[in-house]
């Protein structure tokens, strides 16, 4: 299998990016905010759960969202998927642990982690401009945006050194044309593929 993370701060165009890396390469695309705004709009004990921390630009608790991830791999080998594509998880190295040993068990391994690079005054600019039509209160109130970007510094950027001393990690330019990104994103998988492969 592939199996891609997509890594990066809130506003660094993963989402965008997971959506063209997903048809490339054939793979179930799996957004864990997507999911957890799914859980909430579908009225979920899970989502009233996740949604005091999601609004208040915090973290879900990890138990909550690794439990939502246990059948993914089942679900991409049963939908003829080449591997998955993971957006916006793992943001804690206890997620990415259980994500290794998920994995493992199903007899599979990350391929690679994409980390796009963006510096803060964009990441802000760019989350603003997506508020105006994502209907997502986490995108417009500028306290709730800086303490995401908090959260990426404290808890989740420490998941880097977590690939990168399994040589897994390779950063990308996250600022520049759509297109562009895609295609160095594309280049990047081709380069981690030809080097490893776990059929
Ligand atoms: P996103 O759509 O990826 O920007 O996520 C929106 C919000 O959902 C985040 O600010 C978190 O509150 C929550 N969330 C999404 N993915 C995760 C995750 N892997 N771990 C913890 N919280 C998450």
């Known amino acids: 299998m592939i199996n891609l993370i997509l890594f990066g701060p809130p506003g660094s165009g993963k989402g965008t990016q997971a959506e063209r890396l997903k048809e490339h390469f054939q793979l179930l695309?799996?957004?864990?905010?997507?999911?957890?705004?799914?859980?909430?709009?579908?009225?979920?004990?899970?989502?009233?759960?996740?949604?005091?921390?999601?609004?208040?630009?915090?973290?879900?608790?990890?138990?909550?969202v690794i439990g939502m991830l246990g059948g993914a791999v089942d679900q991409a080998r049963q939908a003829g998927k080449k591997g998955i594509i993971f957006d916006g998880f793992p943001r804690t190295t206890a997620q990415a642990e259980a994500l290794e040993h998920m994995l493992t068990d199903k007899g599979t391994a990350v391929s690679c982690v994409l980390s796009l690079v963006v510096d803060e005054e964009e990441l802000?600019?760019?989350?603003?401009?997506?508020?105006?039509?994502?209907?997502?209160?986490?995108?417009?109130?500028?306290?709730t945006i800086r303490k995401r970007v908090q959260e990426y510094r404290t808890k989740t950027?420490?998941?880097?050194?977590?690939?990168?001393?399994?040589?897994?990690?390779?950063?990308?330019?996250?600022?520049?044309?759509?297109?562009?990104?895609?295609?160095?994103?594309?280049?990047?998988?081709?380069?981690?593929?030809?080097?490893?492969?776990?059929?």
């Open 124 to 143: 802000t600019q760019r989350i603003l401009k997506r508020g105006l039509t994502s209907g997502r209160t986490d995108d417009t109130d500028i306290d």
């Open 29 to 64: 695309h799996i957004s864990t905010g997507d999911l957890l705004r799914s859980e909430i709009a579908n009225g979920t004990a899970l989502g009233l759960a996740a949604k005091e921390f999601m609004d208040a630009g915090q973290l879900v608790p990890d138990a909550v």
């Open 157 to 199: 950027e420490p998941v880097a050194s977590f690939y990168k001393d399994r040589d897994l990690l390779e950063e990308i330019e996250g600022v520049g044309s759509i297109d562009a990104i895609t295609e160095a994103l594309m280049d990047a998988v081709n380069a981690f593929s030809s080097k490893h492969s776990d059929g």
